[in-house]
């Protein structure tokens, strides 16, 4: 008898480690299951949220480096240009300086030829001071800005208060770059016009997007009216061109797109036309 009880407790006894590990197991599984649910919601919640929001993407902030390397071309294509400007000026140079002498040559055994040159020269001379004086009036430092104004002028385009800001950036006083912008030359609208093309070699706008852009960059609203107008753009291949941008960094619906090109400042025609043209 007492071996049978024995038995039947050591049978008991293991029946309640048996129950006791499989409740333990029960209880780590559920703990699991809870754990990896609690991550797919939270997956779900955040692509949901992601999907419901609209995603309206600034190219302008690629503008900047898109720039950076259309004015070194252009610096490059300057240099260039100068070289050989300075080449054929100098032979040009050289051939009115030839014919000069043979001139003077010539004229050395006509008296009244002679008498004809010296005034020449006096009157050369006199401009000659006129013009050293005129220029001592003016302080070396504003005549290093306007020097400068004009180099950037000749690679890029500028407005008046972008212009001045940067000749300031350079270490000229606001006197000097006030001179210098003043005196150069430029023509604002003009410039407005190059800059809204050198904005759309590089990237598509639309009619108000490139208005706003030229503002930004301290054109003045009538100056960037002007070059936007005068551009030659057609807004409904920049809707076309914005759009494959768009496309070709992220999906869209249709819809989407619309709304993304609408947020960029194109008309709805302009919008459905760049979606449309883009296989949407």
Do not use: P
């Amino acid at each position: 008898m007492n071996n049978n009880k024995n038995v039947i407790v050591k049978k008991r006894k293991n029946m309640n480690d048996i129950n006791i590990i499989v409740l333990v197991c029960c209880l780590v599984g559920f703990l699991l299951f809870c754990f990896i649910v609690s991550i797919g919601q939270r997956d779900l919640d955040d692509s949901s949220s992601n999907d419901s929001t609209d995603f309206y993407y600034d190219y302008s902030k690629d503008v900047d480096k898109y720039k950076d390397e259309i004015d070194a071309e252009k610096l490059e294509e300057e240099i260039d240009n100068t070289d050989s400007d300075t080449s054929s000026s100098s032979n040009k140079k050289n051939s009115s300086s030839h014919s000069f002498t043979k001139k003077y040559n010539d004229s050395s055994t006509n008296s009244s030829a002679n008498k004809e040159e010296s005034s020449k020269n006096e009157s050369s001379s006199s401009n000659d001071s006129s013009s050293s004086i005129s220029n001592n009036s003016i302080s070396k430092g504003k005549q290093q800005a306007l020097r400068k104004a004009k180099d950037y002028l000749d690679i890029m385009s500028f407005s008046k208060s972008g212009l001045i800001k940067q000749l300031k950036y350079e270490g000229f006083t606001d006197d000097e770059s006030d001179y210098a912008v003043n005196n150069c030359g430029a023509n604002w609208s003009e410039q407005a016009l190059d800059k809204a093309k050198d904005y759309l070699d590089i990237m598509a706008f639309s009619k108000s997007g490139l208005i706003k852009q030229l503002k930004y960059d301290g054109f003045t609203q009538s100056q960037a009216e002007y070059g936007v107008s005068k551009c030659g753009a057609d807004w409904n291949e920049q809707a076309v061109k914005k759009a494959k941008d768009y496309l070709d960094i992220m999906s869209f619906s249709r819809n989407g797109l619309i709304k993304q090109l609408k947020y960029d400042g194109f008309t709805q025609s302009q919008a459905e036309y760049g979606v449309s043209n883009n296989g949407l």
